[in-house]
């Protein structure tokens, strides 16, 4: 697959535009891209990054990328999209960066790899903590805790601008919440980040009051407002 080296449109502060950031960055090895347009091989995320403010050549090279009638997954995109393409889903949300977080490692916590790519698959299916592919484990790493060798509850490292890296997939099977084994996993993601010099952050919709509650008391601040956007490619898009 093509790998993309683009390096304008980036904006001033990586998390402004994190996922344009991290394609363009230090998950470029995952890039695919056409002009300035960049996007994770689809089987890794499904996350596309645009220019902070995308000009007409930019929605025509994304629309070339992916195909006409294409759905695709836009995080942080502030711009107006153009009028023929259709929104599909359209989710307010924060992100939240690393102020005062008491990081540590846990014993429990075992690291997770490919051969866990199918229980991980499974316990997302059962939780929906927001999307997660067959590949997506390559992205960083991923915690697990087991309890009689099923896996229960996870955490991992999905976007990673420079400088900052993104707890994402937090998880944990019904039968087992409110043990605090998520904020454990939190904890522990975030001591693996801490130690390569980076800051944790993370995202979560607007509308989830009880988890911003819960990670403002670990000690993440609100740092702006997010968008996540899905829309889908016309069937004839202009060509770029």
């Given at each position: 697959m093509p790998h993309a080296s683009v390096r304008t449109g980036i904006p001033a502060h990586p998390?402004?535009?994190?996922?344009?950031?991290?394609?363009?960055?230090?998950?470029?090895?995952f890039a695919e891209g056409r002009g300035r347009v960049l996007r994770y091989e689809t089987d890794v995320s499904p996350w596309l990054g645009l220019p902070v403010e995308p000009d007409a050549a930019d929605w025509a090279d994304l629309a070339a990328l992916v195909g006409p009638g294409a759905e695709v997954a836009l995080p942080g995109v502030r711009a107006t999209l153009p009028e023929s393409w259709e929104i599909t889903f359209d989710v307010p949300g924060v992100q939240l960066v690393d102020e005062s977080l008491d990081a540590r490692h846990d014993e429990e916590a075992v690291p997770l790899g490919a051969a866990d790519v199918p229980e991980m698959l499974a316990l997302v299916e059962r939780t929906r903590p927001g999307p997660f592919l067959p590949r997506t484990v390559e992205l960083g790493t991923y915690l697990g805790i087991r309890r009689e060798g099923r896996l229960i509850a996870m955490a991992g490292e999905r976007l990673r601008p420079p400088g900052w890296t993104e707890i994402s997939a937090v998880c944990t099977d019904e039968a087992f919440r409110g043990q605090g084994l998520g904020t454990r996993l939190i904890r522990a993601v975030a001591a693996g980040i801490r130690?390569?010099?980076?800051?944790?952050?993370?995202?979560t919709a607007a509308a989830n009051t009880g988890a911003i509650r819960l990670y403002e008391s670990l000690g993440f601040r609100i740092r702006r407002d997010a968008r996540f956007v899905g829309a889908r490619v016309p069937e004839r898009a202009a060509a770029a």
């Open positions: 998390l402004d535009n994190p996922a344009y950031a991290a394609l363009a960055g230090p998950h470029a090895r130690e390569r010099g980076e800051t944790p952050f993370l995202h």
